[in-house]
């Protein structure tokens, strides 16, 4: 067993995320024994007591189109959410019954892009998963698809698992679907290989890589996996990338689907999110000296760099920071509603406490809520 297989047999904290299509049938529905199979390994693994399990499932869209009589995944947002609430409680109910079996119990965790790049909601979704995980429980994680609106969308559950293993403190990610790995080039046609190891980006840059999946009833592709890795490993966590059934061998180690090495180091967890999971609600444009401050010298953004304000947001919301060349050199939390803003442009803090109050003796973005987009 090499090195790097070595350590995903002795991880201790794992993130497992698996698609829609390892799940139901192309039709809609639930395939039960498909379930129970996963959840055979899943207890298998954590059995001794040493290793935790956190899965991130998709499924709720696709459990919830046959009972509604959906032939296939609707493509307007109402639809989906009108499946989602229905299949959301087929698809707990089925992992609940399952890992009964093994007397595992099981919390649901649901989850919105927006809900994370928020300060207090990012700490408690912390907190409850550890304390999950403490209590002996299987946290099963997924988009909250019945409220998620296009704007405030993980967009696929792969996404959402890397962004999950990075909150948890996950010592592997392991994407489960229904490829069992990466292909340098279409794995239907002969001739084509599985790519084993990936140590960084310049390894597929010249692999095609397909977007949609087999069965058609989930959102993600290899595209949507590769992104995935890329983001956990670029936060220092190995990745597995197989089909569902070889998730035994992918979590003892075994020489199954890609392996990507990490390549990066851990960041403060909410700046993760907030690259990967939120959506600007609009933007600041800085001055030539605040472009220096905030990207070379990591300095908070004060009103006296601002040049412009677009956008409607309110204090707390996500906003991108551009050059004057309109480019986005960051992202960050605003502590100031849009229709504040044109009144503090290019003012000294000290002159704007005088004249409006201590409330505005403050940074615009404070650099501990704000994430360089290319440092």
């Known amino acids: 067993m090499s090195t790097a297989r070595r350590g995903v047999a002795e991880a201790h904290r ?53 009972p509604l009589g959906l032939r296939r995944r ?12 229905v299949g959301q409680g ?27 790049s928020r300060r207090a909601h990012h700490r408690n979704a912390s907190r409850t998963l550890d304390k999950l995980l403490a209590m002996g429980a299987l946290p099963v994680v997924n988009e909250n698809d019945t409220v998620a609106t296009d704007e405030i969308r993980f967009g696929d559950n792969d996404r959402l698992a890397a962004l ?9 990610l392991v994407l489960l679907s229904d490829v069992d790995g990466v292909y340098d080039g279409d794995p239907s046609r002969p001739g084509t290989s599985r790519i084993a190891q990936v140590r960084g980006p310049e390894d597929l840059a010249h692999v095609e890589i397909g977007s949609a999946g087999r069965a058609g009833v989930g959102t993600g592709g290899m595209v949507t996996k590769v992104e995935a890795a890329g983001i ?22 075994r020489d199954t689907g890609t392996y990507f090495h990490p390549t990066g180091k851990r960041s403060a967890d909410r700046l993760l999110w907030l690259q990967h999971a939120s959506t600007p609600q609009g933007s600041l444009t800085l001055d030539d000296g605040a472009v220096r401050a905030v990207v070379e010298r990591r300095k908070s953004l004060l009103p006296a760099g601002i040049a412009a304000v677009e956008g409607e947001f309110t204090a707390g919301d996500p906003v991108e920071l551009r050059d004057g060349e309109g480019r986005a050199v960051a992202r960050g939390l605003v502590n100031f509603d849009a229709k504040e803003i044109p009144q ?24 501990d809520d704000l994430v360089l987009l290319h440092p």
């Open 74 to 85: 609707p493509k307007d947002l109402a639809r989906q959410q009108a499946a989602a609430s």
């Open 164 to 172: 999950v293993a990075h909150l948890v403190r996950a010592d592997l």
């Open 232 to 253: 956990a490993t670029g936060a220092g966590i190995p990745v597995v990338l197989t089909s569902a059934v070889h998730a035994a061998d992918a979590l003892t180690g």
């Open 90 to 116: 087929l698809l707990m109910a089925r992992y609940t019954a399952s890992l009964a079996r093994y007397g595992v119990r099981v919390g649901q965790v649901l989850l919105t892009s927006d809900d994370m």
């Open 344 to 367: 503090l442009i290019g003012r000294s803090t000290r002159e704007l406490a005088r004249e409006l109050g201590p409330a505005y003796e403050r940074e615009v973005v404070h650099r």
């Open 14 to 66: 794992i993130v497992v995320k698996v698609g829609s299509s390892s799940l139901t049938t192309a039709a809609g529905g639930l395939d039960a024994d498909r379930v129970d199979a996963l959840v055979d390994v899943l207890a298998k693994v954590r059995s001794g007591g040493e290793r935790e399990i956190v899965l991130v499932s998709s499924g709720a869209i696709a459990a919830g189109l046959a």
